[in-house]
């Protein structure tokens, strides 16, 4: 039984210090590591259960559950198990960009252009959205972030992010 992905913006960094959304994270559904430079990040688990990588700990979180991870601290979020997870998760300071990259993101799943683990298929997608999420890759994947910077860069110029953000962003899906 497949669930849909989805977003819910409960608080903008429009209207307030911090970005604030519900969203489910469908079994497999995972990120690499990486880290963000720009913002904490905490997720609390609303249903389900959560693998948080964080720092060199491996946290399993379960309903009730939060753990925050700081500017600059490497994570990663992984569901293992089968059912879907519904957290929230708190960006502080609130990043507008961050916002339209989880809509974007599973604006992407929704329409079939996301794998099962939820990463973009498009390369192009990809490169947008690691750029939107502040996202900086760790270990031996942190040698393609300049091929990624170049390739973000030029789907912007193109105008490829606001036609994402037009068809995805700011909406409850």
Same mark, same amino acid.
């Given at each position: ?49 959560? %693998?948080?990588?964080?720092?060199? $700990? ?7 559950? @939060?753990? #925050? =991870?700081? +500017?600059? %601290?490497?994570?990663?979020?992984? $569901? ?7 957290? @929230?998760? #708190? =960006?502080? +300071?609130g990043n507008k960009n961050f916002e339209n990259a989880l809509y974007i993101l ?22 947008l959205f690691v750029y939107l999420s502040n996202s900086r890759m760790v270990g ?34």
């Amino acid at each position: 039984m497949k669930t849909s992905g989805y977003i819910k913006l409960i608080s903008s960094v429009e209207i307030n210090d911090k970005s604030v959304a519900e969203l489910n994270i469908l079994p497999g559904e995972k990120t690499p590591w990486h880290y963000h430079t720009l913002f904490s990040e905490t997720f609390a688990v609303l249903k389900g259960s959560l %693998e948080v990588g964080k720092g060199k $700990n491996i946290l399993h979180l379960k309903q009730g559950d @939060t753990a #925050t =991870i700081l +500017p600059n %601290e490497k994570h990663y979020y992984h $569901n293992v198990s089968g059912e879907e997870c519904i957290v @929230t998760t #708190t =960006i502080n +300071p609130g990043n507008k960009n961050f916002e339209n990259a989880l809509y974007i993101l599973k604006g992407l799943a929704n329409d079939g252009l996301a794998t099962t683990a939820g990463t973009p298929k498009r390369f192009t997608d990809l490169v947008l959205f690691v750029y939107l999420s502040n996202s900086r890759m760790v270990g031996l994947q942190k040698m393609a972030e300049p091929v990624f910077n170049i390739f973000a860069n030029a789907a912007i110029k193109k105008g490829k992010l606001n036609k994402l953000i037009q068809k995805y962003g700011n909406r409850t899906q």
